[in-house]
């Protein structure tokens, strides 16, 4: 099987918490290779064009708020089944039900400050990169 790639972002409250470390080892240590990665500031219109599928339901406006608020890091992840190994890494969304052993389940206790956010199919990892990062 040929690796697949995957878009991941390490959201503003990894970046405050100081967990970016942590969070690059566990999907390091599970055999992801990191393809391209950066640090940066978004504003409303990338996260609206991020977002495009949740811009019209009641939680977006706060998350919207939430990922404009500071730094974050996104990357490009490769791997075998790339999409799959980072979605299991990463837990349920919300931090409170996610297991034990995973990064939301180990560190978050929020539902809207999760941590991360990973493709959840080819289709749409292929759209977000090319969204994050152009030409890759």
Known sequence: MTDQRTLVLLKPDTVRRGLVGEVLGRFEAKGLSIV????????????????????????????????????????????EEAIEVVRALNGATDGRKAAPGTIRGDLSVSNRENLVHGSDSPESAEREIGIWFPGL
């Open 36 to 79: 391209a990665m950066q640090q940066r500031t978004i504003d409303g219109e990338l996260a609206d064009q991020h977002y495009a599928e949740h811009v019209e339901r009641d939680f977006y406006p706060p998350l919207r708020t939430f990922v404009t608020s500071g730094p974050l890091v996104a990357l490009v992840l490769a791997g």
